[in-house]
Nanobody
Framework: QVQLVESGGGLVQAGGSLRLSCAAS????????MGWFRQAPGKERDFVAA????????NVADSVKGRFTISRDNAKNTVYLQMNSLKPEDTAVYLC????????????????WGQGTQVTVSS
């Protein structure tokens, strides 16, 4: 089992920044590709960004490309999502997830999920 706990969400004005963190425990963190997803009320869970096990490869959704950056620190068992130039449409619950195989953008590829952290962007 891998336990994931997100933090860093909050209320921010449009154009502002937030950095989300996801702390992992349980199994060897570096054995997992990591991803960030988001889900707004009444909508499906959408891919945001993913990072490979060693951190050498990343993938970012077109909707956030150039604004969001994913990174990880395997020594701290933590993955981050730096979010800049936030827009009201970025408002959602942000969830991190761990994949034992791969690190792509499909929800079904991820084995473990956190509870999420709320991000609200006001206009």
């Amino acid at each position: 089992q891998v336990q994931l706990v997100e933090s860093g969400g909050g209320l921010v004005q449009a154009g502002g920044s937030l950095r989300l963190s996801c702390a992992a425990s349980g199994r060897t963190f570096s054995n997992y590709g990591m991803g960030w997803f988001r889900q707004a009320p009444g909508k499906e869970r959408d891919f945001v960004a993913a990072i490979s096990r060693a951190g050498s490869g990343t993938n970012v959704a077109d909707s956030v490309k150039g604004r969001f950056t994913i990174s990880r620190d395997n020594a701290k068992n933590t993955v981050y999502l730096q979010m800049n130039s936030l827009k009201p449409e970025d408002t959602a619950v942000y969830l991190c997830a761990a994949a034992s195989v791969g690190w792509n953008g499909k929800v079904y590829e991820y084995d473990y999920w956190g509870q999420g952290t709320q991000v609200t962007v006001s206009s």
